[in-house]
């Protein structure tokens, strides 16, 4: 409609941005390997400023457990008035080892340490189909500071209080848990509860004098988020817990 053309022989989708505001006519030719030809025109109406993209840029969390703090980054809320977005993430200072997620919910698992941390994540959305509209938004987010008390707890579970590990964390589908305890003990119920303190996943132990136990618990039907897992003794007693990311 304004004289370029396009020629391609493997895409069905591209972008094309227009100068001036007009009503164009766009033509498509299309051959086969036989040589058989096809052609079909639509007009179209550009308007004067291309619709802008809009960024936002939001965090649900942090939730403390005992030593980590587990944070959701949601983009998903950004806008565009057609077309789809591409997501990018960008963390600072960067969570074990990793600044960027091309993607537009991310999850988070930051270990906590003797002083407060700060982090900023900085969105960056844009239009998918041309990349010429884009759009940034940033936000910041706070893991407190472990408590002397907290931290001596922390220490003490090392050194031999009861331990529960999950992995792999964050989980699609399956996790594995593994339970260590200081003595051996009755475990009667492993529990994973949602972030209003539902649970939503139980899982029946009842085993007798253990100091180790490993189990699978299935996550798969969970939607994405924080979760909570809980191990209790036979009598109700909570002997250790953690926290789990389902992707």
Not at 9 to 26: A, L, Q
């Amino acid at each position: 409609g304004d004289g370029t053309m396009v020629n391609t022989t493997n895409m069905d989708v591209i972008g094309k941005i227009y100068t001036y505001p007009s009503t164009y006519t766009i033509q498509l030719n299309v051959t086969d390997n036989a040589g058989n030809t096809a052609t079909k025109s639509l007009p179209v109406t550009t308007i004067g400023i291309v619709p802008a993209v809009t960024a936002v840029a939001s965090v649900n969390g942090p939730n403390n457990t005992l030593d980590s703090s587990a944070v959701i980054l949601n983009g998903g809320n950004s806008i565009i008035t057609y077309g789809s977005l591409t997501y990018n993430w960008v963390v600072t200072p960067t969570v074990a080892g990793t600044a960027t997620y091309n993607t537009d919910n991310v999850l988070l698992s930051i270990e906590r340490t003797g002083v407060d941390q700060v982090y900023t994540a900085t969105l960056t959305v844009k239009d998918a189909l041309t990349g010429c509209r884009t759009n940034t938004a940033s936000t910041t987010f706070t893991i407190n500071q472990l408590s002397a008390r907290i931290a001596a707890t922390s220490i003490a579970a090392l050194n031999g209080t009861n331990l529960v590990s999950v992995y792999p964390n964050p989980a699609t589908s399956n996790v594995k848990v593994k339970v260590s305890l200081a003595k051996a003990m009755d475990i009667g119920d492993i529990k994973v509860y949602n972030n209003m303190g539902v649970p939503v996943v139980m899982q029946n132990i009842g085993k007798k004098s253990v100091k180790d136990y490993s189990t699978s618990i299935s996550v798969s039907n969970l939607p994405t988020g924080i979760y909570y897992l809980k191990v209790y003794s036979q009598s109700g007693e909570l002997l250790s817990s953690t926290n789990v990311i389902k992707h």
